[in-house]
């Protein structure tokens, strides 16, 4: 039986063994993957040590996944450009880094008929999660993509990254004042109940708000989305699902389905 993890610190709440044993179960593969509770200063030694026991790939979260790209022998270009690596695969004695989390955001938002193709996005964020949606992000053609930051540095850095005109850095306070088509928070904001500083009239009754974080409940971003008559408002599951799909996918070369697995997890996430 082939093993993967998944290593984080925290990680008792990590959903990602029960999205793979699903995934697995239903394309047939025999696997086994556990949730591995890493100390902070002990990641390096952590993937040795599963290299060693014949594990054949790993997730990685919060807060290894800058660590994690340094420990690879060759990086994919999404991992390159996000500068964070959240899939690991040991084959033949060298390991290989990935980011599959923007593959995982577009995947949600197309699978729910959300276009990006000539739309204006507005990103606000740009720590690890922000910087991994931001190339498949563009590779959707957007008219404009707009990354607001607490930190402008981090944000402009991102957009030094790519140099192109569609993409365009700001900080709250010089925010244009006009509407989007989709607004995706990628700021940890919401698990501390704020909501970024934006004005309510950058919001229509059609623009799309993502909130990358899930919960039980509605976000106070969702919340706060909703009140501007946002009518569509969407959280970060089906990010986790797909980004966890595209991950499977590397390892074992055959596509999940992923709405039936979002479905369950839905479901276990609202079991009272
Ligand atoms: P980081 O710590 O790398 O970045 C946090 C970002 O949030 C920074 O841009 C920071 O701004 C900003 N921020 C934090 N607090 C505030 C605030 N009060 N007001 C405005 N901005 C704020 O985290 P990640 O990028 O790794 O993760 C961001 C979120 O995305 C997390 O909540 C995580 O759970 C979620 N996520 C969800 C995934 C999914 O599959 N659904 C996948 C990956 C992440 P500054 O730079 O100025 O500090």
Known sequence: MDNYCVFGNPIEHSRSPFIHQQFALQTQQIINYQKTLVPLDQFPHAVHTFI?????????????????LLLCDQLSVAAQKAGAVNTLSFIDGKTFGDNTDGLGLVADLLNN?????NKK???LGAGGAAKGVVLPLLKQNPQQLIIVNRTLEKAENIVAQYQVDNLIAFSYQTLPEQTFDL?????????????????SNIVAENTVCYDMVYGKQATCFMLWATKQGATVVMDGLGMLVNQAAASFALWRKVPPQTSIVLQQLRQILNDP
């Not at 008929?113 to 193709?117: A, D, G, Q, S, V």
């Open 183 to 199: 607004i995706i928070n990628a700021t940890s904001a919401s698990l501390s109940g704020f909501v970024p500083d934006i004005p």
């Open 113 to 117: 008929e959300i276009t990006l193709t």
């Open 52 to 68: 060693k026991q014949g594990g054949k790939g790993a997730n990685v979260t919060v807060p290894f996944k800058e660590q994690a």
């Open 121 to 123: 996005i507005l990103l």
